[in-house]
């Protein structure tokens, strides 16, 4: 009876010791640190390689190194749609029936993307495959590094694991000290959201692009906050921005044509030649057009032709971001929707985070345009 109230006691002495344990120490996850090229990622929780059913995933966040890889990442939420571009090469993955697919050479890889707190992962294996990529996984002190490479990479991966030693360290210690400060505010009280304002209104940014890097700034805005909008492109921009174009239009914006012209000749040869530069970017052809200076003869002379010039609500050219949004606003107590053109090219990357802000702040809906709505 002696030994087995030892036993006894020693068992109840380890059940108190487990109800104890933190509960990362209890179920420590596998620790998974990325490296691209010759520069290590952030560790994050949110971008973490796993394996699953055998495969291991990785994040699109991590993919979207274009001063590396040369590779983009662009997540439609609404159309649950991903992309992974680099030049011509472009991996589209539709999340609703899990399918990879090479636009170029129809090709579908093997594996599921797969979608994780905002975030898609896809199987490392297709990424490889697609962009011609090498990867290793090496196991470390705190889990493994997965190193991600083309033929930029300058260290082997033996010398790459020397000279990554201090930044491992160092995100290892910034990723403790994010779940330590995480585990001690979880108690604290979520502040109620701010009510909706104008949910039933729906804003149309016509965006028009000074330069593909002014493009570029538009459409990280737009998809940091989540919002779309129609970009207006002239024939010379679509010919000569081929990676934003690409970008626009596999992120659910809208590609308008921008033409300015005196005649409905000029006006359709330009969208003809818009077009086809549009079709060689993204494979696309649109018939939204937006005719800068043109009377109702015009107009009329390019819908007859079968295209959809777009009509605006309101204009406005301020440097404030905040005005548009009121601008927006204004004109929408007179309808359930209103087409805003921002004309003041250079200001637009600068005040359009400020607009986007104040208008979802109202709870208003921003969208592209279509045919429709146009």
């Known amino acids: 009876m002696t030994r087995k109230r030892r036993l ?7 059940l108190l010791l487990c109800t104890l344990l933190p509960p990362r120490a209890l179920a420590a996850p596998t620790l998974y640190f990325t490296a691209v090229n010759d520069r290590m990622c952030d560790l994050s929780d949110d971008t973490m390689p796993f394996w699953q059913y055998g495969i291991l995933y990785v994040a699109g966040a991590t993919m979207d190194a274009p001063d590396d890889l040369g590779i983009r990442y662009s997540y439609n939420q609404e159309k649950s749609v991903a992309i992974l571009y680099k030049g011509q090469r472009v991996l589209y993955c539709d999340l609703t029936i899990g399918s990879m697919e090479n636009n170029r050479t129809g090709e579908r890889y093997a594996g599921t993307p797969i979608l994780r707190n905002g975030m898609v992962f896809f199987p490392i294996s297709a990424l490889t495959k ?3 990529l090498k990867y290793s996984s090496t196991r470390i002190t705190y889990g493994y590094l997965l190193r991600i490479r083309n033929d930029n990479a300058v260290l082997s991966d033996e010398a790459f694991l020397d000279a990554a030693t201090d930044p491992i360290q160092r995100r290892y210690a910034q990723y403790e000290r994010a779940h330590t400060a995480a585990s001690a505010t979880q108690e604290t009280p979520i502040q109620s959201e701010t009510p909706a304002h104008r949910d039933d209104l729906t804003v149309y940014l016509l965006l028009p692009a000074a330069d593909e890097t002014a493009l570029t700034q538009m459409l990280s ?10 970009l207006l492109l002239t024939p010379e921009q679509l010919a000569d921005m081929g990676d934003g174009v690409r970008r626009a239009a596999g992120t659910g914006n809208a590609v308008a044509l921008r033409v300015s012209a005196e005649t409905s000749a000029e006006a359709i040869a330009q969208i003809e ?5 549009l079709w ?3 494979s696309l052809r649109t018939r939204l057009v937006y005719l800068e200076n ?3 003869a015009l107009r009329a002379a390019v819908a007859d032709a079968g295209y959809c010039p777009i009509t605006v609500n309101a204009s406005d050219f301020t440097r404030s971001g905040s005005h548009w949004a009121d601008t927006a606003l204004k004109w929408g107590g007179r309808s359930a929707s209103v087409r805003l053109y921002l004309g003041a090219e250079s200001a637009i990357p600068a005040a359009l985070t400020a607009a986007l ?15 429709v709505t146009a």
């Open 8 to 14: 006894m006691s020693l068992l109840l002495g380890v």
């Open 280 to 282: 060689r970017a993204a």
């Open 221 to 230: 805005t737009l998809e940091g906050n989540r919002s779309h909008a129609t």
């Open 273 to 277: 030649r818009g077009n086809d530069a």
């Open 130 to 132: 697609m962009f011609d």
């Open 357 to 371: 802000s104040r208008l979802r702040s109202e709870s208003c809906t921003i969208s592209a345009l279509n045919e």
């Open 294 to 296: 043109a009377d109702r």
